[in-house]
């Protein structure tokens, strides 16, 4: 039974360096949005994609971020340069069609755990 | 003013205990409205999820909106310790961004055997 799977769960990068954050999708899911959860902080929505293309990425930082789902393979949310503030939770979320009614449908994962030095 | 209002707690009951929860919005449009459990170091689970005002049971779950209040509830019949979790909850517009959902902050609940 494969739900969202999201890996690394924990990631210590220091300042400067990258950080790569993978994420399948529940089977036959081909929507995937990528939320984040500061300390102390509700979920944020950062970025929606469908296979090949970015759908809305209005809760993403310009700078330093991006996100792709290839036609084969998880999506990634990639961070570059991190700095301490991009300690957070990222977590990843599928649906299997955008649509209307569609917040019902969202299925999370478990999140990966981002701590920069 | 936030988008979305909620007691962050702890919040502290003993099992078997009515626990309630809530939250408030400001944004007019939101239509869907969600309850997500979030357990420790875990991703957000849906628990309920309504359409509009109204109520919507699930066993010990209950959800209430009552949107000319802005105003969201969870209620927990017969608590138990395995409800121990932060609870969030989440709104969103309705159309063809339902899928960007406003959370709020969570509250933390324990239930004590």
């Known amino acids: 039974n494969a739900g969202v799977m999201q890996n690394p769960r924990h990631l210590v990068r220091r300042r400067g360096q990258e950080a790569r954050l993978r994420c399948s999708p529940v089977?036959?899911?081909?929507?995937v949005y990528w939320y984040r959860q500061l300390p102390e902080e509700g979920l944020k929505f950062m970025v929606y994609?469908?296979?090949?293309?970015?759908?809305?990425e209005s809760g993403m930082p310009k700078e330093r971020f991006s996100a792709e789902f290839p036609k084969e393979g998880p999506s990634i949310l990639r961070i570059q340069q991190v700095v301490r503030g991009d300690s957070a939770a990222y977590f990843c979320?599928?649906?299997?069609?955008?649509?209307?009614?569609?917040?019902?449908?969202?299925?999370f994962g478990e999140g990966s755990r981002l701590t920069v030095l | 003013q936030k988008e979305v209002e909620q007691d962050p707690g702890p919040l502290s009951v003993p099992e078997g205990a009515i626990v309630s929860l809530n939250c408030t919005y400001s944004?007019?449009?939101?239509?869907?409205f969600m309850w997500y459990r979030q357990y420790s170091r875990k991703g957000p689970e849906l628990l309920m999820y309504?359409?509009?005002?109204g109520n919507k049971e699930d066993g010990r779950f209950t959800a209430q909106v009552d949107k000319s209040s802005k105003y969201i509830s969870l209620f927990i019949r017969d608590s138990q310790p395995s409800d121990s979790a932060t609870y969030l909850c989440?709104?969103?517009?309705?159309?063809?961004?339902?899928?960007?959902?406003?959370f709020g902050k969570g509250t933390k609940l324990s239930v004590i055997p």
């Open positions: 979320a599928s649906s299997p069609e955008q649509g209307r009614g569609i917040a019902g449908e969202l299925f």
């Open positions: 089977k036959g899911h081909s929507h």
């Open positions: 994609l469908q296979k090949e293309n970015i759908i809305d």
């Open positions: 944004n007019s449009a939101f239509q869907y």
């Open positions: 309504t359409y509009s005002s």
């Open positions: 989440a709104m969103s517009a309705s159309g063809a961004g339902s899928y960007q959902l406003t």
